[in-house]
């Protein structure tokens, strides 16, 4: 009689859960269980058949996190015993409530967990909470970012220990988180941004595509210099916007004027161009911030329909705009729908 | 022995002017920045006794110069030197702010000597007295010649007898290398700014907050490196006014998205546990843009007039004033609430009087404790008749006895034992004592 052999990614997990808990000194033999239990439930993490995809924060101490966050807004749904059903409760109770910027938090109190929804700042440019908390956050803080990348891909970061990137799709496993490749792509398109609008367009775009990535659609993009007047002819056959959608300008604006109705604008230009960049074809960029056209299709040359290539007509025509860099192209961008992302 | 306070930044004003000149044609030609066409105007209507239109030209003439200088400087760098958000590269600088903030950020840079801030306030005082309309009609009223000519020989010695005037050569050196060099805990002008007075060390924490929030690049790694070696050196020695700046502009580069300059504070912010000084949300914004109204109304040209409108808005927004604004709205209340040595804006005590009733003990405390000793315009009001007298009045015995109780600061310990007992010389004489504690009026 045939055997069966139970195969887990479990122990895996909790490995690794433990050691990055030690690295990040928040030792915790429960927390570790949790973290396993929420790295399995946001693999395809959905409500009433919506996907959602939230961060979860860990953190130990409320009152600090509410200092480092401005304008912070903390909205507490529950408190549990301090188990890892109550982290469970916790992603169930706040997911369908962190449409909109909010997150969810998990506080690690004494003999309790407490949990909600919190989020900072005024705007999208607002500096990030997972920038403030985890990418720039120091040692006196301690904080744990868990959440989904792209479909099937889990990455769990924290202050000091390294990241875990953890793939629940048949790709190998990466070494690189891929919001490395989107921030490569990102620094394309803000090539010739002014140095003073920099940081806040890069907070803006960066938005934009972890929106777009977590909405699993696959998506193409382009960046073109900002000095031509035209796109391409190659790049010719798709919509072309009469006013380009000039986001740096807006951020300008909003900088400037800080009322509600810049605000109002800029908040209309993501969802926007977050469509446009759900749409078939390529959206194109120029290195100055702006969207000049979307919804763009190109022929693929007889070389690229000869080469082989798993992916299907998407990965072919990011080859045939990746031959063109150098001649029209500055740089090309690929997503598909498994969360793998390329850039040339 | 007398020792000579160290200092970080000195005027470097030359005398122009020798003690004995007194002939106004003689006068005037001392004036580099006057043209002959000015000179000859201003010698003809002294000389027709025209003293107020003189006065006022020259005046005008010097603060004007004052403003431009410091415009020159970048407006994002006065904003922060003034604490005042409501100022952008928008704002027209000769319009925004007061020549009281001209004088004073003039004499915190060493663009004029202390003794020449304190000219210039006293021809400030006088030209704004006879300016207003309500004097014309009265021929007691008018200047003499003698005011006329004090005016014009502050205005020459302080401003116009340059050809150019800028802001003292250490300050500049000192300036460029927060954001050129990473200082060490060596370098001689940290041990130079420990030792300053007060004003440099205000002065230094918003020069590194207006370079933070303009640089880029290598240039604000370097600001950031030394924010962190200089701000938490002198942090316990801040009052809260400077440190809710600090925080304030924490909270702007987050919310603004500036994402280094954000983080780089934040780590000043941890260093010194001063998030306390975070605030948690825009109110006070608010408050600190009509506080600062009052003031420019204050301080400038028929003040008794266009004072009541600001205090009307600040009246409208409540009487509980968020903590991080409360240090500017009682310097702007009780500005309004002195006067100057001419009188007070009568239309304005009465909501001025009201909502300084409404501060409650707690809060006078933290304003005795944390605003007052760094507050050189109600320390420079204090040194002065008129405004001095109603000091008195401010406060009932038993408020200033319960709140004497808790504070440790010895000289304002004795403010309150003066008011108490109604000392006026003695309240003048701490005043003035305070005041050049902080690094002012010092040549």
Redesign the interface.
Request: proline letters at 5%.
């Given at each position: 009689m045939k055997s069966i052999k139970p195969v887990s990614i479990r122990p895996l997990l909790l490995g690794e859960s433990v050691v990055f808990l030690g690295q990040e000194n928040m030792n915790c033999l429960i927390t570790q269980d949790g973290l396993v239990e929420l790295i399995s439930q946001l693999v395809y993490y959905k409500e009433e058949g919506k996907s959602l995809h939230p961060e979860i924060y860990i953190f130990d101490e409320m009152h600090?996190v509410q200092?480092?966050?401005?304008?912070s807004q903390f909205c507490t749904i529950g408190e549990g015993a301090k188990t890892k059903e109550t982290m469970l409760i916790a992603l169930k109770k706040c997911a369908p409530l962190t449409e909109g910027g909010w997150a969810i938090y998990i506080l690690r109190k004494v003999d309790t967990f407490q949990y909600g929804v919190f989020k900072?700042?005024?705007?999208i440019?607002?500096?990030s909470i997972s920038?403030?908390l985890i990418d720039?956050g120091?040692d006196?803080?301690k904080a744990i970012l868990i959440h989904q990348v792209a479909e099937r891909l889990i990455e769990v970061k924290g202050v000091t220990a390294d990241s875990l990137i953890i793939s629940f799709g048949s790709q190998d496993g990466s070494r690189k988180s891929p919001l490395e490749n989107q921030e490569k792509f990102i620094n394309a398109i803000l090539k010739d941004v002014k140095?003073?609008l920099?940081?806040?367009a890069?907070?803006?775009f960066k938005k934009l595509f972890l929106e777009v990535l977590q909405k699993g659609h696959g998506t193409l993009a382009c960046v073109i210099n900002s000095k031509k007047k035209e796109l391409p002819k190659k790049l010719s056959d798709g919509i072309t916007l009469p006013v380009k959608i000039d986001v740096v300008k807006t951020i300008s604006d909003l900088?400037?004027q800080n009322d509600l109705q810049a605000n109002s604008v800029l908040e209309g230009q993501f969802s926007l161009i977050s469509g446009m960049m759900q749409s078939d074809g390529i959206t194109v960029f120029k290195s100055n911030g702006t969207v000049v056209a979307y919804n763009v299709f190109v022929k693929h040359p007889e070389k690229v329909l000869k080469t082989s290539t798993s992916g299907g007509a998407r990965s072919r025509t990011f080859i045939t705009i990746s031959e063109l860099i150098g001649s029209g192209i500055e740089a090309a961008y690929l997503q598909s729908q498994d969360g793998n992302i390329e850039v040339n | 022995m007398e020792t000579t306070p160290v200092v970080l930044w000195k005027s470097s004003e030359l005398v122009v002017l020798p003690k004995k000149v007194s002939n106004i044609s003689e006068l005037v030609n001392f004036g580099q920045q006057l043209s002959s066409r000015d000179q000859s105007q201003i010698i003809k209507a002294f000389n027709d006794e025209s003293y107020e239109m003189v006065s006022s030209y020259i005046w005008t003439k010097s603060i004007n110069s004052l403003r431009n200088q410091l415009g020159k400087m970048g407006i994002s760098f006065i904003a922060e030197m003034l604490d005042r958000p409501d100022i952008?590269?928008?704002t027209n600088l000769q319009q925004a702010i007061s020549e009281f903030e001209a004088i004073r950020i003039a004499e915190e840079l060493g663009i004029i000597s202390g003794t020449s801030a304190f000219r210039l306030k006293k021809a400030m005082e006088t030209v704004t007295h006879f300016s207003q309309p309500e004097l014309e009609d009265d021929p007691d009223n008018e200047l003499t010649e003698e005011e006329a000519k004090t005016i014009i020989r502050s205005c020459i010695q302080g401003v116009l007898g340059y050809s150019k005037i800028e802001a003292a050569i250490d300050f500049k050196n000192f300036r460029d290398e927060l954001e050129q060099i990473t200082f060490n805990e060596e370098n001689p002008y940290l041990f130079k700014l420990i030792q300053s007075p007060y004003f440099f060390h205000r002065t230094t924490i918003r020069i590194l907050l207006s370079l933070i929030k303009?640089n880029?690049?290598a240039q604000l790694e370097n600001t950031l490196a030394n924010a962190n070696l200089i701000i938490p050196k002198i942090w316990s020695g801040l009052q809260h006014p400077e440190k809710y700046q600090v925080g304030r502009s924490?909270?702007e580069?987050?919310?603004?998205?500036?994402?280094?300059a954000?983080?780089g504070l934040?780590?000043v912010?941890?260093k010194v546990k001063g998030?306390?000084f975070?605030?948690?949300?825009?109110r006070s914004s608010s408050f600190i843009k009509i506080a600062n109204e009052i003031l420019v109304a204050h301080s400038g040209l028929n003040n008794f007039y266009n004072e009541p409108a600001p205090v009307n808005t600040l009246f409208k927004m409540g009487s509980v004033i968020p903590i991080p604004a409360f240090p500017i709205c009682m310097t702007a209340l009780i500005s309004v609430r002195l006067g100057n040595a001419w009188g007070v804006s009568n239309a304005a005590q009465g909501n001025v009087t009201t909502l300084l009733k409404n501060v409650s003990d707690d809060r006078w405390v933290y304003f005795f404790k944390e605003c007052l000793a760094s507050d050189e315009r109600l320390l420079y009001k204090l040194m002065q008749y008129g405004p001095s007298e109603r000091w008195f009045n401010l406060f009932q015995k038993d408020l200033l006895e319960r709140i004497s109780l808790q504070i440790t600061n010895r000289d304002v310990i004795n403010l309150i034992k003066f008011t108490i007992d109604g000392r006026k010389d003695k309240l003048k004489s701490i005043a003035s004592s305070m005041y050049e504690k902080l690094g002012y009026g010092n040549s």
């Open positions: 600090m200092k480092v966050l401005p304008l900072a700042g005024s705007t440019l607002s500096v920038e403030t720039a120091t006196e803080l140095p003073d920099k940081e806040q890069k907070n803006f900088l400037e | 952008n590269e928008h303009t880029n690049g924490y909270s580069l987050f919310i603004d998205g500036k994402t280094k954000s983080s934040r780590q912010l941890l998030f306390d975070v605030p948690e949300d825009l």
